[in-house]
């Protein structure tokens, strides 16, 4: 988002050989590039600073949007297209940014009312059609300064039944002050976070990390085994779990914990988050399930302008890639994830080369991507700990990893499918568990 402001700060750019024309129009050229590529954030209750559905809501902005294209701030997109075959790409071709470029230098103009197109149909409100909504008891204060630990709220009593589902989406309140909510499944039986009780006050203190949360219940790792469900961090979208005749599991008897984390801005505020889900119309044949890359023994010196940390995931079971998405915080310069078979075959999956923290992506495959069984993804991740790196908190300090955005992380939730028959257990090599971190030392 302060990139996205940055950009609006901008006004003049130019695109070397690409001339002014008054040809160019907003309803017949720009309108059909905003629809496709914009809308889906810049719309009444989504994340965008501003809608950009009519000629009138989008002609202030004119310069401001010609800025961020050119400098390709907007729309937030960071993978190497060398890369990969996303089906959620919001790149602007070449052409789509010499079409803008070109209607701004031409004066912005409107254009004929029989060129526009029909506009797209957009739900109010929740972008899944959701059968169950959870939502925080009360609403959280949000101080005006100062840290906001993580905080956890147990929102729903448990689930009588298996339950599958086949969408989630996580809707906050205050979008300008949530650094991250994730919906976490807590089954029947579970130690993990017994704090969180069900109707009780937020809980903040305690342990946040996978290692520490095994080591408060004695090392049982199995009560983690479907942690991590749904998520929201700024640029993520509806997440959908009906891919390839899959769905996502609640077991009977488990209940739903919500982790929130927010930041301050100088204003107090308060916020009631709220998740939604989508019920499968009939168990599945196949499970979707997350799992996790993650190294938490980061070492970064202070200065260090270009260190560097990798964490490796080995697959136990053959599993259908879904998506995945690089993790870090405001030191993270780029990451890498590639895939190493067990023929030995290594294959580039994802490239980030210019990392940004305030638009945390979610790579989609446009098509499953088959790994066999000891399939290792590798995840590289380079950070920028000296003073020439404008976001960095303190370039003078020793870094490790952490919660707070002054600390650091290298992680890559993915999402994969497998047969309903396989354990969940077994999927990630070595110990592994579904929604935790597998991490190198």
Not at 339 to 346: L, M, Q, S, V
Request: charged residues 20%.
């Amino acid at each position: 988002m302060r990139r996205w402001m940055t950009a609006c700060a901008v006004t003049v750019l130019t695109m070397g050989s690409v001339s002014a024309s008054a040809e160019v129009t907003f309803n017949k050229d720009v309108l059909p590039i905003l629809q496709q590529k914009c809308q889906i954030c810049h719309r009444p209750g989504e994340i965008g600073p501003m809608p950009l559905l009519t000629y009138q809501g989008t002609r202030p902005w004119a310069r401001a949007i010609r800025a961020a294209v050119v400098g390709k701030a907007m729309p937030p997109w960071f993978a190497d297209p060398q890369y990969g075959n996303f089906a959620n790409e919001k790149r602007l071709t070449n052409e789509e940014i010499a079409t803008i470029t070109s209607w701004v230098d031409g004066g912005a103009p409107e254009g004929s009312e029989k060129d526009k197109p029909a506009p797209v149909t957009f739900r109010d409100g929740w972008n899944i059609r959701p059968d169950l909504v959870f939502q925080l008891p009360k609403p959280l204060k949000i101080p005006a300064k100062g840290t906001v630990e993580y905080t956890y709220v147990a929102v729903s009593a448990p689930f009588k039944e298996d339950t599958w589902i086949a969408a989630g989406e996580i809707r906050p309140t205050d979008r300008s002050r949530v650094h991250h909510v994730i919906a976490m499944v807590r089954p029947k039986g579970s130690k993990w976070m017994v704090q969180a009780q069900l109707g009780a006050e937020p809980w903040a203190p305690g342990p946040t990390r996978h290692a520490d949360m095994a080591r408060a219940v004695g090392g049982d790792m199995s009560v983690l085994t479907t942690e991590f469900f749904v998520g929201y961090v700024p640029g993520m979208e509806a997440q959908r779990f009906d891919v390839d005749r899959s769905a996502r599991l609640i077991p009977a008897g488990a209940d739903v914990v919500l982790e929130v984390h927010y930041t301050t801005n100088g204003v107090e505020s308060e916020d009631q988050t709220k998740v939604g889900f989508e019920l499968a119309p009939r168990p599945p044949e196949r499970a979707f399930i997350s799992v996790a890359a993650a190294q938490p023994n980061l070492q970064i010196a202070p200065g260090d302008p270009n260190a560097e940390a990798t964490a490796v995931l080995k697959f136990g079971q053959p599993v259908d890639l879904v998506y995945f998405q690089p993790h870090m915080h405001l030191r993270g310069k780029d990451a890498t994830i590639e895939a190493k078979y067990p023929d030995g075959r290594r294959e580039t999956l994802l490239r980030v080369p210019r990392y940004d923290f305030n638009w945390q992506i979610v790579y989609y495959q446009k098509t499953a991507l088959r790994l066999p069984k000891g399939t290792e993804l590798h995840l590289t991740g380079h950070w920028d700990n000296s003073p020439a790196n404008k976001w960095n908190p303190d370039p003078t300090a020793a870094v490790r990893w952490g919660d707070q955005s002054w600390q650091e992380m290298l992680s890559a939730p993915m999402g994969v499918i497998v047969d309903r028959a396989i354990d969940p257990k077994t999927v990630i090599e070595g110990g592994g568990f579904p929604g935790a971190a597998a991490a190198q030392p």
